[in-house]
């Protein structure tokens, strides 16, 4: 190996993603789904993101905990994600609430479901786990903050994000010192801690955390016999090992993978009807801040075999069209006209609709002379013929989910009260 160079440790590292939350800020969108396992970009799935970063970053070993509504979780990532081999030194398991350790309860808390699997865990011996949320969209390379993690000789590195200080009160807040060192873990603070240097700003927590495997293990244990303890890690872990340990901050922004054509660090929450709307819509820009054609960063998923999108008829009036839009495999557009929309597979726009500002999941399909605008439409959705969205909040509200920002959320159960 030549002077300078560094085994990846991401080989010797075991991904552990949390993807059990209920997500019900996104109100009827996980009615039947966990919020990692909801649609995002087109062809992905929230989690994907998460699984993707550590694919790219050469982490090999994966496990998923899930909990509520796992249903369509575990059959995506069943379909999109068994390739990984154990003949290769590759594993990838799914891990249900299954009562495994007392037999009395479900997953009580993060560390309780990381908790709850140690002997899974430490039948694969990996030396570093790296902790994951399964409910945020970005693209991070995992081994540099493990590198970090081991040059800082930490027991714990909290991936962390810069934010305007004006922000952070929405957040878990890290006080640092010069060298990133975690002085104070506050949650949710009026008044947040600003980062040395940069008083206009501060660090919140990511929710991604970097262990050594046999130190989590001790600390899972360790919180697992107090009574009094949430068994999480953001309220509970944390906090202590601040307090008791050698915490340290990662700075997003250092891991951060970029493409020649994304300017920012990207991260998005996308934990609300509104968040979700603009973070998909947000692809259709010219130059997305978020660049899914990025080749050496590939999202991987669970890909349909499916036709390419069509776009039928070429008359006046009745012209399958698209502007600034994304449309994914399986799609037909037949005589209707898109505008900044988001059709994932298989979804069928009828003649003389007209679409506009809308994010519209598989296999959804919309009716002769609709006009819909600022919409969620949920899976399989079939809109009525000539159904109007988008130009009166008062009758969209009284129909339909509305938000404060007018985006309506439309689901079947809805569809099917309008004729009742």
């Not at 934010?163 to 009026?190: C, Q, W, Y």
């Not at 262990?211 to 944390?238: M, N, V």
């Not at 006209?337 to 007209?354: C, D, P, Q």
């Not at 519209?360 to 009716?367: F, H, Q, S």
Request: proline share 4%.
């Amino acid at each position: 190996m030549a002077a300078g160079e560094y085994a990846p440790l991401a080989r010797h590292a075991m991904a552990y993603v949390l993807a059990g939350g209920r997500g019900s800020r996104l109100m009827e969108l996980t009615d039947k789904r966990a919020k990692p396992a909801v649609y995002f970009g087109g062809k992905s799935r929230i989690i994907d993101f998460a699984l993707s970063n550590a694919l790219n970053s050469g982490v090999r070993r994966i496990a998923v905990a899930t909990q509520y509504k796992a249903h369509s979780l575990i059959r995506h990532l069943q379909g999109g994600w068994s390739f990984l081999r154990t003949e290769r030194n590759e594993s990838f398991d799914i891990l249900p609430a299954s009562q495994r350790v007392s037999g009395e309860h479900w997953y009580l808390g993060t560390a309780d479901a990381v908790y709850q699997n140690i002997d899974i865990i430490e039948s694969y011996d990996p030396k570093y786990i790296v902790l994951l949320a399964g409910d945020h969209v970005y693209k991070m390379d995992y081994e540099i903050m493990l590198r970090q993690h081991v040059d800082q000789n930490a027991d714990v590195t909290v991936g962390c994000l810069e934010v305007p200080r004006t922000e952070a009160s929405g957040f878990g807040v890290m006080h640092v010192d010069e060298n990133d060192a975690i002085l104070s873990f506050v949650e949710k603070p009026a008044d947040p801690p600003a980062m040395p240097g940069d008083p206009g700003k501060s660090l919140v927590s990511m929710g991604i955390y970097v262990f050594d495997a046999k130190f989590l293990y001790d600390q899972l244990r360790r919180d697992a016999d107090d009574s009094s303890s949430g068994h999480d890690f953001g309220k509970d872990i944390i906090p202590y090992l601040v307090k008791n340990a050698r915490a340290v901050a990662h700075h997003f922004s250092r891991s951060c993978v970029r493409s020649s054509k994304e300017e920012r660090s990207y991260w998005r929450d996308v934990g609300t009807v509104d968040a979700y709307w603009a973070a998909n819509i947000d692809l259709t820009d010219f130059v997305p801040e978020l660049d899914l054609y990025d080749r050496n960063w590939p999202i991987w998923t669970y890909a349909e075999i499916t036709p390419p999108a069509k776009f039928v008829h070429d008359q006046e009036g009745r012209r399958g069209q698209a502007f600034s839009s994304l449309v994914s495999g399986g799609c037909i557009v037949s005589g209707s006209t898109l505008r900044r929309t988001l059709l994932f597979t298989g979804v069928r726009v009828n003649s003389y609709a007209s679409v506009e500002n809308a994010v519209i999941l598989p296999y959804v399909d919309v009716g002769r002379s609709s006009r819909l605008t600022n919409v969620v439409i949920d899976r399989g959705v079939q809109i009525p013929e000539g159904l109007v969205v988008g130009e009166d909040a008062e009758l969209d509200a009284a129909r339909f989910r509305r938000t404060e920002q007018g985006i309506c959320l439309i689901t079947q159960t809805m569809i099917d009260r309008l004729s009742q």
